[in-house]
């Protein structure tokens, strides 16, 4: 879909912080005043629709942080503002991260009525140790529970797992996901654990107390993911993500083949602006300096920079190579003005890491994408 276009609204809010988390959230003691927040979204995207230009909205996430702490209300004054702003497509996915626990799970039938029709949870394990470990605040059972509530709430759902967690065999990632396979209907999160700085597991890894699974074991790991993935016909169409065919995440799919979107709240990112003039923007991340700044000025960007051509290029490299379609070469000629070198390609292509597809694309081979970070830097050089 050429002419996508998102919307992003970040929530920054949650009750715990997640020790392997490296996202904008934060904990509060007491509630945010929603009302409050709400008001500065929407002075915010008032003052990004200028930016945009004319652009139907075709996807809008809200992401955290928590949003699924918010009031359903508060979602609807949110989407209210953005149909106020900008034309909605119709048909438009309407996603809200959730944390699935049973508070929280009664809340859906009021996002549900006010237009979410996609909820993503973040299950993360099934097992109660596990969830322990990764300082999650439900249990297997709590989570398993919502994503019935979810199923029987919304049209589309989908749900995250971790995996490549210290001491998990082969077997037993086989044995979570084979069990997670049966409750998930259509779309699956999976994310290999990664150690980011600044977390607590990173320090927790770096004095030793942390062992992550070996290269052997993830690769292993990893093998098992496709396998079962494959085998329920909800192969991989990007790196960490694997669905049905036609259930593919919409607004995540703008990101990745580097279509166009805003962003609001703290710490949100946008990529706007026609094409051979992207403007990246991104928000004050403290929550509490973002709301001073909305209430002076109207906005809290701390950047709006123009990208060149070449960050273009690195940053669609990036984007477009995790996805199982690849990148269309022409469309990235044209728009960065980059052209890739043709002997790096032709020795990826040697190795069976990249293949050419139909179209002018080229496009990761399954061979290639667990070493995609090395193939991205090769080509990007």
Known sequence: MADAFGVYVHWPFCLAKCPYCDFNSHVRHGKPDEARYARAIARELSYLKPLTASREVTSIFFGGGTPSLMQPSTVQSV???????????????????????????????????????????????????????LGRMHTAEEALAAVEVARENFPRISFDL?????????????????????????????????????????MLHRAGKLITPDEDTSRALWDVTQELCSARNMPAYEISNHALAGAESRHNLVYWRYQEYAGAGPGAHGRIGADGARIATSTEKNPERWLALIEERGHGLVEEEKLSQLEQADEMLVMGLRLAEGIDVARFERLTGVTLDPERVSFLESEGLVERAENSRLRVTPSGFPVLDAIVADLAA
């Open 79 to 133: 989407l209210d503002e953005i149909t106020k702003q900008w034309t909605v497509s119709k048909d438009a996915e309407i996603t809200l991260e959730a944390n699935p626990t049973s508070v929280e799970a009664e809340r859906f039938r009021g996002y549900r009525a006010a237009g979410v029709n996609r909820v993503s949870l973040g299950v993360q394990a099934l097992d109660d140790v596990s969830l322990k470990n």
């Open 162 to 202: 971790i995996y490549a967690r210290p001491d998990q065999s082969p077997q037993a990632w086989r044995d979570e996901l084979s069990k997670a396979l049966v409750f998930a209907p259509e779309h699956l999160s999976l994310y290999q654990l990664t150690i980011e700085p600044g977390t607590t597991f990173e």
